[in-house]
Structure formats: C-alpha cells, structure tokens
Nanobody, 122 residues
Framework: EVHLVESGGGLVQAGGSLRLSCAAS????????IAWFHRAPGKGREGVSC????????DYADSVKGRFTISSDSGKNTVYLQMNSLKPEDTGVYYC???????????????WGQGTQVTVSS
C-alpha cells in the first residue's frame, strides 16, 4: 500500500529556510515521480516542484525558482524540498504526491500525503 508522510513544516520568519520531507512507503522514490504542492489559505492547490529520479528531470513553479530545491534520497526513500528565502506568500499547507509524470498539475498524480503546515511571518 502506498503511503506518503510529509514533515518539516513549521513557523519561520521571512527570509528563513525550511526543509520539508516526504517519506514514501509501498514503492521506491527512485522509480516514480514525486511532486510538491502548496495550498495557500483560501486558495486551491498549486504545483511547486516535481522530480523524476530515474531520468533526473525536475521542474519548478516560476514563483519558487532560485529559492526552492527538490531532491531525492533513495536510501531513505524520501524526497526533500529545501525552501530558502521564504516569503509570507509561501504560507500554507504543503503536500507531496506520487505516481504520475513530472508535472505541476495535481491531476497528474494518484497518491497524496496529508500535508505539513508552513507559516512564514513578515
């Protein structure tokens, strides 16, 4: 059974950093695409980044390019999202998703975690 568990969220001041983790079970992250999505308060879920470890492909939303980095650790079966230079507009719930192709569209993915809250204070 596929499970995704996010962690690493919290409260941080603007300009700070957080690293989110997406621990997977039921499949290996180096064989499938994993993505991160962001749901800001009162808004829909938007794609942030995706990674397909088998071919090294990554993609990022324009709003996070140069600030966020996605990576994969096959030994820990975990995908990370390093978030630097955080802004108040980055506040929201971050979800990881799996079993799709590297796309920032939520419809591309079959499995979702429960999310982790990120709050960036100004």
């Amino acid at each position: 059974e596929v499970h995704l568990v996010e962690s690493g969220g919290g409260l941080v001041q603007a300009g700070g950093s957080l690293r989110l983790s997406c621990a997977a079970s039921g499949f290996t992250v180096d064989r499938y695409t994993i993505a991160w999505f962001h749901r800001a308060p009162g808004k829909g879920r938007e794609g942030v980044s995706c990674i397909t470890s088998s071919d090294g492909r990554t993609d990022y939303a324009d709003s996070v390019k140069g600030r966020f980095t996605i990576s994969s650790d096959s030994g820990k079966n975990t995908v990370y999202l390093q978030m630097n230079s955080l802004k108040p507009e980055d506040t929201g719930v971050y979800y990881c998703a799996a079993y799709g192709f590297c796309s920032l569209s939520s419809s591309s993915y079959s499995y979702w975690g429960q999310g982790t809250q990120v709050t960036v204070s100004s």
